[in-house]
């Protein structure tokens, strides 16, 4: 136990706590402690019902399930690798610089996650930590599955073609839209959008009063 516990610390801070936070996030939600409905980015109910939280948790939680599992470890691995070489690496002594950077990233990933109907946001998050590295890194080779090498600069855009293969060529990301039992819809939208609004809801305000009027 002491040896994990030393491992634990010697990992950077903010590498540490996105992993660890991901990590529990991710189970909580996979033994329903907490309806995973409440964690996902939902355009209606984060701006209509105030529900602030959702951007964040969307950030680190991940629905692990037979048929994600595997992704969801591929992941942990890029965020740990590459968010602990940028932050021992050229963010070494400039924890608010680095910090800086990943939340001009999330609040990026927020955007398209709302645009695009993106509901889980590990995924870019962890692709564009990835990017950056791989951008500062160009020349540096790095190694593949059956044993293909090839300069890093490259690597983003080789992990969204696999994804794409994986996916049939109907997507970038995974499809993590169906998140309730990995193949069923989700039953926690808390409420439907009314009836006849837009993306951005309606409001029956009444008629009000005519000022003055009895």
């Known amino acids: 136990m002491s040896e994990f516990k030393d491992w634990y610390y010697s990992v950077p801070f903010f590498t540490r706590y996105w992993l660890s936070f991901t990590i529990i996030l991710s189970l909580i939600g996979r033994f329903g402690i907490i309806n995973y409905g ?7 109910p984060f701006i209509n019902q105030f529900q602030i ?92 599955w059956f044993g293909t090498r090839f300069k890093a600069m490259y690597l983003p855009w080789v992990l969204l073609a696999f994804n794409l293969v994986l996916s049939g060529g109907k997507q970038i990301f995974p499809d993590t839209r169906y998140v309730g039992g990995f193949g069923t819809a989700p039953q926690a939208r808390v409420a439907e959008r009314p009836a006849g609004g837009t993306v951005f809801g309606r409001h029956n305000w009444g008629r009000g009063q005519t000022l003055g009027g009895n």
């Open 38 to 44: 409440y964690l996902v980015l939902d355009f209606y």
């Open 53 to 144: 939280w959702r951007p964040l948790t969307a950030l680190f939680f991940y629905p692990i399930g037979p048929g994600t599992g595997f992704h969801f470890l591929i992941n942990c691995y890029f965020l740990y690798n590459y968010s602990q070489r940028l932050e021992t690496g050229i963010f070494a002594g400039k924890p608010a610089d680095y910090f800086y950077m990943l939340l001009f990233n999330w609040a990026c990933c927020v955007v398209i996650g709302i645009l695009v109907n993106l509901p889980i946001l590990m995924d870019p998050m962890v692709l564009s930590v990835l990017y950056v590295w791989c951008q500062l890194n160009k020349d540096v080779i790095v190694s593949f």
